[in-house]
């Protein structure tokens, strides 16, 4: 579905130029959730802003079901590390945000914006305003807005990189939950190996920047995941350490 093919990318600036991305192939079929880590710097965010269309590629290219990416698609959407709430709407209004920018019928949109909200465990949350709430609770109203128009493609920048470890989990275990009801297909940028072990069906691996695809480590781990002690404990920690080493 998505496919990269010989991607580069070259920022210049009076300093000089920067090459991002060198060369980078990728193939993700439908529905394929992938995780992408890296070193600080190797071009992660900027592989998703390629996806997203927000960045030309200075060489190769990108093409979602065989067109090529030149612009924003809106059944593809990104997710930051901030949660960016309009601090003059309430939970649900933010929610809600998108279905009003694209006129799409505020009244079925609007029992789907109360059912996200339930589903990340924010019931009896849905009319407070972003200021009565707390950082991990903004970051899962994030959530709900990015999912609210069922996006083919959900790109996520390091989402729950900002919260305690906690609350990182809890959300990360709701993801996982929201992909296997509903799967889109997902390109998750982590610092976090375990939290791509939890979550992703593929990982891909960068170099050092220029980011490069060093190598794709695929996760043989059933569904659902998690965090804590299991039947696959091992063979979870065998395949961290295994991205750990690459990294
Ligand atoms: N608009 C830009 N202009 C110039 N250089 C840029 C621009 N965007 C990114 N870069 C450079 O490209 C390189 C890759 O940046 P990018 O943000 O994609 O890395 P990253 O892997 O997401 O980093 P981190 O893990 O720290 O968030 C960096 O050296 C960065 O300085």
Redesign the pocket.
Known sequence: MIRLAGVSRT?T?RDGD?E?LRDVALEIAESQFVAVV?R????????LRLIAGLLAPTGGAVTIDGAPVSRPRPDVVLMHQLPALLPWRTALGNVMLPVEIRRLPRAEYRARAADLLDAVGLTGFHQRHPYELSGGMQQRVALCRALIQRPRVLLMD?PFSALDALTREELATQLQAMHMSAPATTVF?T?SIPEAVLLADRVVVLSS?P?QVRRVVDVHLPRPRSFGHNAYTAQAAECAAELHELL
């Open positions: 920022f600036s920067v991002a890296g600080s710097g190797c071009g992660k965010s900027t592989l390091e940028v610092h920047r980011g």
